[in-house]
């Protein structure tokens, strides 16, 4: 049974600074994008950054220059680094992995569950 789990969001003033945290667990063979998504309060979920197995990156403009994404092969574990954050960050962040099982020849996405990160102003 494959799991995605966060970790990391909190409560932090304007300006301030989170690291969120995604591992996965599981009987997992490989994973290929993994994603960080956000959903604000009466609004959809949208793309906050995303990376793929070779490392590219890509970032929602509202968060470029910001915020950072990485990941750790070894520990099947994705990273969302927030600086300068501002309220409108305020947000249940989710992660997303598209990844293959064990025994699995198919690609398939796996959500976590969300964490909140809340920032006042």
């Known amino acids: 049974q494959v799991q995605l789990v966060e970790s990391g969001g909190g409560l932090v003033q304007a300006g301030g600074s989170l690291r969120l945290s995604c591992a996965a667990s599981g009987s997992i063979f490989s994973i290929n994008t993994m994603v960080w998504y956000r959903q604000a309060p009466g609004k959809q979920r949208v793309l906050v950054a995303a990376i793929t197995s070779g490392n590219a990156t890509t970032y929602a403009d509202s968060v470029k220059g910001r915020f950072t994404i990485s990941r750790d092969n070894v520990k099947n574990t994705v990273y969302l680094q927030m600086n300068s954050l501002k309220p409108e960050d305020t947000a249940v962040y989710y992660c997303?992995?598209?990844?293959?099982?064990?025994?699995?020849?198919?690609?398939?996405?796996?959500w976590g569950q969300g964490t909140q990160v809340t920032v006042s102003s």
């Open positions: 997303d992995a598209v990844l293959r099982e064990v025994g699995s020849t198919l690609f398939r996405n796996y």
